[in-house]
């Protein structure tokens, strides 16, 4: 990759660019919250290939090691990459076999650094991540953006969540949400994007991350309603030969 | 040598150089660890050897060979055995080196496997490394004591004259490590810079403290490498580390030789063994000690070190850290102050030397305050001779 930055007229190349100039396969939203025993996070299962909802089974949460949970919107094809630094990474954590593993935050401003690397060589991995995660009762939630934005909250959102779901986490959320309302609150919040973000699909995870571990839910649907009046007659008040 | 002697039969030779080195276990323990029991055949080795620029000796010396080759398995099979009168150490002069420290009487023989660190010996030894644990020896004393929550580094600071300032041997290598080292003392900076590299990498990466066991480990994976390569040599510094984890309180020793191992309380340097003895009596209270007994501790170990000379800040360093207190050395007037609130108590008799001189007290050393230790500078009292630094 880094022979491409030294060859000026990358057009020129036989090759091609080798950098990533967009994304193709894409995650939408992630929502996360802290709850009372840990974290909660959803995400539903679809993969873009641009306006077409292409794939429908893309799992986009892993659990990281044993204190951590990464969830991803952006390039699928670049969270898999990631995945694989990150398993290289508890890997050898794991094998220094000495009583201390590597935590939510410790992952978390890897990552960073990850994607501000990739960022400052012009390659970025194009991913909005969102880590949650408990240690020795420390919960922790972050996200990192594609070009290197870090930081820590009590409630997290990617792409359209941000814009959709967070109002109505700044509004809802408080300390201490019990389990049943957590989900409650992530439930309002994926109907909300499924309704109005044209790249979701009625397939969503949730998944929670507590000192015992990390769970994913199976996937299922959320229930919508579409019986309004004004649904019924759409072309009530404009007729028109289409 | 010549290849095959015939005057020592193989078999002999092999039963010879199979002895096991439990016995040097005192002052050497790294031999246990480091090096199989089981030596290979030493003589049968010698044909290969032929090609070797090794001196050949002269005829008329193949006779006091074997007498040097007999002279280092007397030293394996009785080690408290003296072979040395005052005449027959000028007659194997070429072949022994014998220190004449108080207390570490070791007796290190010549021989030609100890030119190179990448030549064993036919016992399996590497001599060059065994060497460099020497150099250890020959620095002043450090100590280090650990309890469930704190670690204390204690070290013996003497300056080569009353002109200079005195070295600096306690190093901070991060808010919640620190090390102490005994040797080579420029050995010893190299790799505290070493250390605080490796400690603010790790803190760029993951925002969190080096756990203290990984950075010894890269350490002591560090020292390994000097004993393999023909154009290194070994670093000739021992590094007491101390720090904090998520874990709790840890203290370690790195050899030169590339092992490290964990300890409740340690001491190394010069006349470190009277110290060891004073932390083996004490060491099961180590644990569940409190901040201010853990310095009194290391203070009075490093006094056992002085033998007979007063213990004062001017001549020794403190430095702590512990759970919520990042690593920092003791400043005088503290040391000082605790100094005297022991020796008023005065529970643990210092070790009585008579004293071989007097040389004035330590004073005006560049950047310590003087002032501090007004009380003894001022009036200079009759010490012990000027110890190796």
Same mark, same amino acid.
């Given at each position: ?31 996360? &919250? ?5 974290? +909660?996070?959803?995400? $539903?299962?679809?993969?873009?290939? @641009?306006?077409? #909802?292409?794939? *429908? ?24 990459? &990631? ?5 290289? +990474?508890?890997?050898? $954590?794991?094998?220094?076999?000495? @009583?201390?593993? #590597?935590?939510? *935050? ?24 969102? &880590? ?15 070009? @290197? ?94 | ?389």
């Amino acid at each position: 990759m880094e022979s491409n930055q030294s060859k000026p007229g990358l057009l020129c190349n036989p090759e091609g660019s080798q950098r990533t100039l967009y994304p193709y396969v894409t995650g939408t939203s992630v929502v996360a &919250l802290k709850y009372k025993d840990g974290i +909660l996070m959803a995400a $539903d299962m679809g993969g873009s290939y @641009g306006s077409t #909802l292409r794939y *429908k089974s893309v799992e986009r949460m892993k659990p990281v090691g044993k204190h951590s949970l990464l969830g991803a919107s952006g390039e699928i094809s670049d969270f898999q990459e &990631l995945l694989r630094y990150l398993d290289e +990474l508890i890997l050898y $954590d794991n094998m220094w076999d000495d @009583g201390n593993s #590597l935590g939510p *935050k410790e992952v978390h401003n890897y990552l960073t650094r990850v994607m501000y690397n990739r960022r400052n060589k012009f390659n970025p991995l194009w991913n909005s991540l969102v &880590l949650g995660g408990v240690k020795k009762g420390q919960k922790y939630l972050g996200m990192v953006s594609m070009i @290197g934005v870090n930081f820590e909250d009590n409630h997290v959102a990617t792409g359209f969540g941000n814009h959709l779901a967070r109002p109505i986490l700044r509004d809802e959320w408080h300390e201490n949400l019990t389990f049943e309302e957590g989900v409650k609150l992530l439930e309002k919040c994926m109907r909300v994007l499924l309704y109005r973000d044209r790249s979701a699909v009625n397939k969503l995870q949730i998944s929670k991350i507590t000192e015992e571990g990390v769970t994913i839910s199976q996937p299922y649907s959320l229930k919508t309603f579409w019986g309004f009046s004004a649904f019924e007659n759409p072309t009530l008040g404009a007729e028109g030969s289409w | 040598m010549t290849p095959i002697s015939p005057h020592k039969p193989a078999h002999l030779c092999l039963l010879q150089s199979s002895l096991s080195y439990s016995h040097l276990a005192p002052s050497n323990p790294f031999l246990i660890l480091a090096y199989d029991k089981i030596a290979v055949a030493s003589h049968r080795l010698e044909p290969m050897r032929k090609g070797k620029r090794k001196k050949k000796p002269s005829p008329g010396s193949s006779q006091r060979e074997r007498e040097s080759q007999s002279h280092l398995l007397e030293q394996k099979e009785n080690p408290n055995k003296n072979p040395h009168s005052f005449t027959e150490r000028e007659r194997h002069c070429d072949f022994c080196l014998e220190r004449e420290t108080k207390n570490d009487a070791v007796k290190m023989f010549r021989n030609q496997y100890d030119t190179d660190v990448t030549t064993w010996s036919p016992a399996g030894r590497l001599f060059q490394v065994e060497y460099a644990m020497e150099a250890v020896k020959q620095g002043s004393a450090a100590i280090g004591l650990r309890s469930k929550t704190h670690v204390v580094l204690a070290c013996v600071n003497k300056a080569n004259s009353e002109l200079s300032s005195h070295q600096k041997k306690i190093f901070k290598v991060d808010d919640h490590i620190g090390v102490a080292i005994a040797g080579l003392t420029a050995d010893g900076r190299v790799l505290s810079r070493y250390m605080r590299s490796e400690a603010i990498n790790y803190n760029y990466t993951y925002e969190s403290p080096l756990p203290v066991g990984r950075l010894v480990v890269q350490l002591a994976d560090k020292a390994q490498v000097c004993t393999q390569r023909s154009w290194k040599r070994p670093y000739g510094v021992g590094l007491l580390v101390g720090g904090l984890d998520e874990s709790g309180a840890h203290l370690y020793y790195n050899c030169p030789s590339g092992n490290y191992f964990e300890y409740q309380a340690f001491a190394i340097g010069s006349r470190s063994q009277a110290a060891k003895t004073y932390l083996e009596r004490r060491f099961e209270n180590f644990t569940g000690s409190t901040r201010e007994d853990l310095i009194k501790d290391a203070l009075i170990a490093t006094r056992e070190t002085l033998q007979g000379e007063k213990l004062r800040s001017s001549i020794c360093t403190i430095a702590v850290v512990g759970v919520g207190e990042p690593f920092h050395i003791l400043d005088q007037d503290t040391v000082q102050k605790l100094i005297d609130a022991f020796e008023i108590v005065q529970d643990e008799a210092p070790a009585a030397e008579p004293d071989a001189g007097a040389e004035p007290a330590a004073a005006a050393e560049e950047g310590e305050g003087s002032g501090a230790g007004a009380d003894q500078a001022a009036v200079p009292e009759p010490d012990v001779a000027p110890m190796d630094i």
